[in-house]
């Protein structure tokens, strides 16, 4: 079984910054991609970054300028850092994975529907 655990997360001022991390354990994987996503109270899930192997990144337009997302593929770790932080950033993140493809497999994991893996979550609140 695969576990993502994220870390992280904590309350700050609007301008500030966090640094999210996320690692899998458990069984050994190879993954196509790996992304976060959050959750505001009262909203749906949506896709914030993702980073596709070799090192490919899609952000979603709010967080485009001011969140950087990293990783290392062979040992399925990704980070993401947040500057500028807003009070609309506020939410829980959720690290995910998407297990291995072919080639020829068009990954573009903007959609969680692609994900595979997915951690429990980590609570990132704004201040204003």
Known sequence: QVQLVESGGGLVQAG???R????ASGRTFSSSAM???RQAPG???EFVAA???PG???YADSVKGRFTISGDSAEN???LQMNSLKPEDTAVYFCAAVG????MVIVTATSSNEYDYWGQGTQVTVSS
Do not use: H, Q
Not at 20 to 23: F, I
């Open 16 to 18: 500030d910054s966090l």
């Open 20 to 23: 999210l991390s996320c690692a």
């Open 35 to 37: 992304g976060w996503f």
């Open 43 to 45: 909203k749906e899930r």
């Open 51 to 53: 980073i596709t192997w």
């Open 56 to 58: 490919y990144t899609n």
């Open 77 to 79: 770790t990704v980070y």
């Open 100 to 103: 291995f493809r072919p080639a």
